[in-house]
């Protein structure tokens, strides 16, 4: 797996210092670090990293604000929330923004370095059974979303449906009688249609559209 350029960005000074030192001993380049959302966002402007390891509760800017600019300026970057429960509802909002999973600030160090390199590939970090869960506990909350989902074909929704319910690539090829490479470029097809970043975005979208519904 290739390793991409990080950014920390992380008000408390001795974690950012802590996922350095682990990240750089494990041969993955840390491209620099910020203490708050606002020069989160500068930093990734300048220097264009493949990964940000993002705070949501930061001064100054909060993560949710800082994500939101750093994608809208950069959409092939990934952005992994740091919180320190995994019910946390800001980090529901972060993964309708598009962050791509989210890490505790617990992560052990060879599971860090793994979720780094794995995001970097452009997969999400979270299983979508893992994304279900947070959804589930915090759609009700939210506002209804409207979304155009004419596009899709119906064996297209049919995909979007069990990837809201939590089904893995092989889970959806079983479900549906088709190989794993079909599914995948099923599930490619409804990321280009509907302009998703990547399977937990289609999870939470899922949900809040009411294709999948709480309990289902």
């Known amino acids: 797996m290739t390793s991409p350029r990080v950014l920390i960005a992380d008000d408390?000074?001795?974690?950012?210092?802590?996922?350095?030192?682990?990240?750089?001993?494990?041969?993955?380049?840390?491209?620099?670090?910020?203490g708050d959302g606002a020069e989160a966002v500068d930093a990734a402007r300048r220097l264009r990293p493949d990964v940000v390891l993002m705070d949501i509760r930061m001064p100054v800017m909060d993560g949710l604000e800082a994500t939101r600019r750093i994608l809208a300026r950069s959409p092939g970057c990934r952005v992994l929330m740091l919180t320190t429960f995994d019910l946390d509802r800001y980090v529901y909002s972060a993964l309708a923004l598009g962050a791509s999973g989210f890490l505790l600030k617990d992560v052990t160090a060879d599971h860090l370095a793994a979720a780094v390199r794995l995001v970097g590939t452009g997969d999400a970090l979270l299983s979508p059974t893992i994304t279900r869960r947070l959804v589930q506990r915090f759609a009700n909350a939210q506002p209804a979303v409207h979304r155009d989902l004419s596009p899709l074909t119906p064996r297209e929704m049919e995909v979007l449906t069990l990837l809201g319910r939590g089904l893995?690539?092989?889970?959806?090829?079983?479900?549906?009688?088709?190989?794993?490479?079909?599914?995948?470029?099923?599930?490619?097809?409804?990321?280009?249609?509907?302009?998703?970043?990547?399977?937990?975005?289609?999870?939470?979208?899922?949900?809040e559209t009411g294709l999948v519904t709480p309990g289902a």
């Open 12 to 34: 408390q000074e001795l974690i950012r210092a802590g996922f350095r030192l682990i990240l750089t001993a494990r041969g993955i380049d840390v491209a620099g670090e910020a």
């Open 168 to 207: 893995s690539n092989a889970e959806l090829a079983s479900a549906l009688t088709l190989s794993e490479a079909t599914v995948k470029t099923h599930v490619a097809r409804i990321f280009a249609k509907l302009d998703l970043r990547d399977r937990a975005q289609a999870v939470v979208l899922a949900y």
